[in-house]
């Protein structure tokens, strides 16, 4: 009669829940093999089914301290005890000791669902504590929080330390990456994101945020983000949140094919996204940007059924009978929110967009402005666009204006503001009566149409670094001034690269430059032709040479 023996009969006794003789048979198993540390937890175990929680405790800490110091769960045990004899500061002090020495994560969900219990008995939040089995998980998941929230700086120093201390961790990586992007450190979150495929070059939240970072870095990252692009096409995730990064990254690089079969598959799956309104929404616009009318009509019909409140699915529903008759003629967007009385003016893309685009990024480029350090401070001014943002314009204006500040930060926040002359086309040395100025209001139009911010995204991403702040204005000015000319007879602008390569142009030109047709076509792709055209009815519309002529005069 062996330890073994008097275990099983222990565990015979208490499948028929006889406390008393399975106790007697642990203690003997005890006796016989007083250095196995299980026979003493099970032994624990029992005490405390039978509510004698002060010995199962003095059984837990001689295991702690006598037998087997590396049977961390022990802790565990112990402020299930405490608990249960009301002990809340002991429970609270015995839990915290488990998870910051518990490498394994053993009882890690039985933990956290401890510490709500103890929080509600002691009307306070449990101390500050790290989790070991985390491995950083916990301030991870606090700095996505703050990427959410808008706090890009906070959110980057926390991912920063994170990965000080654990540089394998990939998802903190890609996190900090997007940090750095939000935040306008594009070079930085290229790095970062690079480093991460190089360490695991299938990562696929990597890939999929570098796609969406080269789309924004010119002419050959555009170029390197079609490539990715269709790469990321041919992936088959097998978890639903890799399904859900692919089909949106997907859907932004409008790979609409690709898109449409994972969603399909994420409300096929029955998971959480069966129930959510917005995924049927995304499902919806890829279906309908791959031809499947009946598919878009009934996930935007399943989209109301979720949420009667979804005015993109009703109003898009709505529109879908004429757009099966002559097809879809205006921009259908994966915006889940739509104001219909003023769509066009809505967000224009769902997108990932340039960072001052997005409300939450705006917010992170303010506070970085106000109280970053100076790194910070001079991405964010790159970020910035104040014309039209009375807010950012502020921020600027206090920052150049601040005599503390470093003297070339102060002078990027001027050239933000446009208030250095010399990189204004339409000031010249001289001028007693300059000609009327571009209007540079986009909100000077009722609508702003997809396609007219496709001609000038394609300008600035193949003409413009990210401090070319002058240029960027310049594109702006002049293509808002001929869309407002024309308006409500817009032409429909089909060939988006061509109309990009004649606004390339025609506002060199006003800068004095000396671009050619030859040279604009290699750079957009396409013929000297083309371009000639498209420069011809700018300069019918906005009057472009005599423009010039009046400049000459000027300087004669």
């Known amino acids: 009669m062996d330890e073994s023996f008097f275990f099983e009969r222990a565990v015979r006794a208490l499948d028929r829940y006889q406390y008393d003789k399975a106790l007697k048979y642990f203690r003997k198993a005890v006796e016989l093999k007083p250095n196995n540390p299980v026979n003493h937890c099970n032994m624990a175990g029992i005490l405390s089914e039978m509510g004698d929680y002060e010995a199962s405790n003095a059984v837990l800490i001689h295991v702690l301290e006598q037998v087997d110091p590396t049977m961390i769960e022990c802790r565990f045990y112990m402020a299930n005890n405490f608990a249960n004899m009301e002990r809340f500061e002991e429970a609270e002090e015995a839990l915290l000791a488990y998870l910051e020495q518990d490498e394994s994560g053993q009882f890690l969900h039985e933990a956290e669902e401890m510490i709500s219990l103890l929080q509600n008995e002691l009307k306070r939040k449990i101390r500050d504590h790290n989790v070991l089995a985390r491995r950083g998980t916990d301030r991870h998941d606090r700095a996505r929080a703050m990427l959410e929230e808008g706090r890009f700086a906070e959110a980057a120093e926390m991912l920063e330390q994170v990965l000080g201390e654990y540089p394998d961790f990939a998802a903190a990586a890609n996190n900090l990456a997007l940090a750095y992007y939000y935040m306008g450190l594009t ?50 995730p097998f978890h639903q949140e890799h399904a859900f990064k692919l089909a949106t990254t997907l859907g932004i690089l409008g790979e609409h094919e690709a898109a449409y079969g994972h969603f399909r598959r994420l409300l096929a799956g029955g998971g959480d996204e069966a129930g959510d309104a917005s995924v049927h929404h995304y499902g919806a616009v890829a279906a309908l940007h791959s031809g499947r009318f009946d598919a878009a009509e009934r996930l935007w019909k399943q989209t109301l059924k979720l949420d009667p409140e979804a005015d993109a699915a009703a109003y898009y529903l709505e529109r879908l ?58 991405s964010a001014i790159q970020a910035c666009r104040p014309q039209g943002d009375d807010e950012v314009a502020d921020a600027l204006r206090a920052l150049a204006g601040d005599e503390s500040e470093d003297s070339e930060l102060r002078g990027l926040a001027r050239e933000a503001l446009g208030e250095n002359e010399s990189e204004r086309s339409d000031s010249f040395e001289g001028e007693e009566s300059p000609a009327p100025p571009f209007s540079r209001d986009p909100a000077e139009l009722p609508v702003w149409e997809k396609r007219w911010q496709d001609v000038l995204d394609t300008a600035i991403r193949a003409s413009c670094t990210p401090s070319d702040f002058g240029l960027r204005r310049d594109l702006e000015a002049l293509w808002t001034d001929f869309l407002r000319r024309l308006y409500p007879d817009v032409p429909a602008l089909s060939h988006v690269e061509g109309w990009a390569a004649a606004l390339d142009y025609l506002t060199d030109k006003l800068r004095r430059g000396d671009s050619t047709y030859e040279e604009l076509g ?31 005069g000027l300087q004669q």
């Open 187 to 236: 070079e930085r979150a290229l790095e970062t994101v690079e480093e991460v495929l190089r360490r695991d070059p299938g990562n696929l939240h990597g890939l999929c945020n570098l796609a969406i970072f080269r789309r924004y870095s010119g002419l050959n990252g555009l170029e390197e983000s079609v490539r990715l692009a269709r790469r990321l096409a041919t992936v088959m």
């Open 321 to 378: 009978p004429e757009w099966r008759e002559n097809g879809v003629g205006e921009p259908v967007n994966y915006q889940y929110r739509l104001d219909v009385s003023r769509r066009a003016e809505s967000d224009r893309r769902w997108e990932e967009r340039p960072p001052e685009e997005s409300p939450a990024i705006r917010a992170g480029l303010l506070r970085t402005l106000r109280s970053g350090s100076d790194e910070d401070k001079r």
């Open 522 to 552: 290699r750079r957009y792709g396409v013929s000297s032709s083309t371009i000639g055209r498209y420069v011809k009815r700018m300069d019918q519309v906005c009057q472009i040479k005599e423009r010039q002529n009046h400049r000459k």
